[in-house]
């Protein structure tokens, strides 16, 4: 054991110095690099200079750019250091901008671009999973027999059907029949039970459902419920599954696999009208800074923007393969992904589930080009035992968002991946941003000349409230490089880039925008992240800011973990955050109920939340304490409790901790140490 553990820390030590080396390296390289381009400018500047028909304008000329290299080193060096990487991405962005603006004064729909890939390429695959697949003709079968379908049952623009299935190659197809028709879809979080799922429903207003036989009992377990008492349900069974117990028709729902064999398709119409391509297309689910799930609305051009953004901007193919393991109800899986198909005539291998044992094994098999990944998956990836084989892909590219840069290095290195394109965006926002240039850490860049230009900016804010700074005008103050800020978009509904489209809710998109920013009048879209940009123009994620934090690749609302935990044991005070943990992505969630008695029943507890959460929202930890720490107007401080987090060693309060069986128990200083040094299994 001790000869072991000499070698491992011997190859620490020589990681370290490894490390070290390629910093200074990379300075010596940086060096150079800079000295070059300045000589570059300077000579190009003497010899216009020299050539030039007035003394005068010579003079002037070199006078301006030593006058600039005085002035504002900074820039200069910004400017010069990142030449290369801005023509690049100002060459895709142009690009990208002109298919938007084509596709918006024609009145494309995300329906009718698919329409145009599959008659081009029909028997291509469009998405492969398992042993499955569909054609893009099948694929385009499958969407007109929906739209036919739900056509005939009375279904117009405007409607909307909720959509509860979990990941199948038909997925895509249905709203997007659905789509035809002007109908909307609302995404349903397959994870979501209880209140939530019900409030998923209703604040979407549907007028039908369709639900996959694999979550009946999800949809059963909300009993007779007023809201969907009238609801028309539509089941949707594979032919596999039909044999198998639980996949029974339930009683009043229509079985729509059955129905679709005889149906007729419904073929779009020839021409399409200006107004089609910012008509609604989707509601994505999404937690927003508070509450219940929002209903984020997608509108086709949105969607276009979306999946075609990462299309150009990181120089995709239409002959690429594209492995997506991510689930279809979110913005990542279910639009940027699919959309690699839907706009671009790619092939999209889909997975039910994630698996970091079959990752590789399924990027091999289907011979994948590209692969989409969250910061959680890529530290799954990580922790499964080392094999040669998880070399042998031919990925030339990951993107995705949320991958950490203490990792990155080693993802890299371990599994040999050119390329990887780190996305910063929010389903709902437009505070858009993307690492072309295989910078380390970052989620995107803005060029130095353009700060004051693209939409995006970083405001002034108190670290530990989140509050606004304002200068003596009343405006908002922009971040000098190196200074973290709140990350904003400004909104301008002209322009798919920059528009800001909400919510369902009215009310919570006003809640999500910033008025009177740097000018009277001026409207901001207020992403809730905390950022850092640097002198290249860089951005680095720091933190979130309100009542929500990431966990598991999801967003937690506090305030809905909240409600239940007060309905179910009757206290008055009750305050949910996230606690970091050494080794893991995103903050776990830590519930502190205020019980000086020590009278809660932990087991009944555990099978509450159990029954009413999904798994990453469930707290992690729980601590009961006498009373919970207020302002001075009398609000909770959820952030002193959040920095004293669940150390055992420091705080007397009893510290309980989920089991792998869903039970809340003591927390013991073995698990105390196992989380501490990254050993526990998270």
């Known amino acids: 054991m001790s000869g072991s553990k000499e070698r491992d820390d011997l190859e620490d030590q020589e990681e370290d110095q490894a490390g070290k080396k390629m910093e200074i390296l990379l300075e010596l ?90 008659r081009s390429r029909p028997k291509k695959a469009c998405f492969v999973m398992d042993d499955r697949s569909l054609s893009f003709a099948e694929a385009l079968e499958v969407s007109q027999r929906i739209a036919g379908y739900f056509k005939d049952r009375g279904l117009e623009k405007g409607d909307c059907v909720a959509l509860l299935m979990e990941t199948r190659l038909e997925y895509p197809c249905i709203w997007l029949g659905l789509s035809q028709l002007g109908v909307i879809t609302a995404l349903i979080n397959s994870n979501l039970k209880g209140d939530s799922l019900l409030h998923s429903i209703k604040v979407a207003n549907a007028k039908a459902l369709i639900v996959g036989s694999e979550l009946l009992d999800v949809l059963k377990s909300l009993g007779e419920q007023e809201a969907l008492q009238d609801l028309p349900i539509y089941q949707y069974t594979d032919d596999e599954l039909r044999k198998v117990p639980g996949h029974d028709l339930v009683p009043g729902a229509v079985d729509l696999a059955s129905a679709l064999k005889t149906q007729k398709k419904l073929e779009l119409s020839a021409k399409a009208s200006p107004e089609e391509a910012r008509s609604k297309l989707l509601y994505v689910y999404t937690s927003g800074t508070t509450g219940l799930p929002k209903a984020a609305v997608i509108t086709n051009l949105r969607f276009l923007f979306m999946s075609a953004g990462s299309f150009y ?116 926002g437009n505070s858009n941003l993307i690492n072309i240039s295989n910078r380390v850490g970052a989620i995107g860049f803005v060029p130095v000349y353009g700060s ?20 003596s005008q009343g405006h908002c103050i922009r971040c000098q490089p190196g200074q973290a800020g709140l990350l904003v978009g400004k909104v301008d509904a002209r322009r798919a880039v920059s528009a800001f489209h909400g919510y369902a809710d009215k009310g919570a998109s ?58 179910c044991i009757g206290l008055e005070d009750c305050v949910v955050y996230g606690v970091q943990i050494p080794h893991v992505e995103g903050k776990a969630g830590m519930a502190a109920i205020v019980d000086p008695d020590r009278k809660v029943d932990m087991d009944y507890l555990s099978i509450v939340l159990r029954g009413s959460l999904p798994p990453y929202a469930r707290p992690l930890f729980i601590r009961l304490l006498d009373e919970i720490p207020r302002t001075a107007t009398f609000k909770l401080k959820k952030r002193e409790l959040a920095q004293e987090g669940y150390d055992i060693r420091a705080l007397s309060d009893p510290i309980y901790y989920l089991n792998r069986d869903g039970i809340y128990r003591t927390l013991s200083q073995e698990q105390y140490e196992s989380l501490r040094t990254g050993k526990a299994g998270l």
């Not at 940027?336 to 997975?351: D, M, Q």
């Open 29 to 118: 390289n940086l060096k150079q690099k800079l000295a070059t381009r300045l000589g570059t400018l300077l000579l190009a500047t003497l010899i216009f200079a020299s050539f030039c028909w007035d003394n005068a304008v010579a003079s002037l000329t070199l006078g301006a750019v030593v006058a600039l290299l005085l002035r504002n080193p900074t820039f200069v060096f910004g400017l010069v250091m990142t030449t290369t990487r801005d023509l690049k991405a100002l060459q895709r962005f142009v690009a990208l901008n002109i298919y938007l603006l084509r596709r918006d004064r024609r009145g494309f729909t995300v329906a009718r671009c698919f329409q145009e890939q599959a």
């Open 313 to 428: 901007m990181l120089r995709m193919f239409s002959d690429d393969v594209v492995y997506n393991p991510l689930p279809l109800y979110h913005t990542a899986g279910g639009i940027v992904g699919v959309g690699n198909a839907i706009l671009n005539g790619s092939t999209v291998v889909l997975r039910k589930k994630f698996s970091a044992r079959n990752f590789w094994l399924d990027c091999q098999r289907h011979n994948c080009t590209a692969a989409q990944y969250i910061g959680e998956l890529c530290r799954y990836l990580l922790a499964t035992p080392y094999s040669p084989d998880q070399q042998k892909h031919n990925l030339r590219l990951m993107y995705g968002n949320g991958l950490r840069p203490q990792i990155w290095s080693q993802f890299v290195r371990r599994f040999g991946i050119p390329h990887i394109g780190e996305i910063y965006g929010a389903t709902e």
């Open 510 to 567: 006003e809640q999500k925008l910033l008025r009177n920013v740097f000018t009277t009048g001026d409207v901001f879209f207020n992403s809730g992240d905390m950022v850092v940009r640097d002198i290249l123009g860089y951005f680095y994620f720091k933190d979130r800011t309100g009542d929500t934090f990431r966990w598991r690749g999801e967003n937690v609302a506090t305030q809905e973990v909240e409600a239940i935990i007060t309905n």
């Open 452 to 471: 004051r230009l693209y939409p995006v900016q970083v405001l002034r804010c108190d670290e530990q409230t989140g509050e606004l700074l304002k200068d």
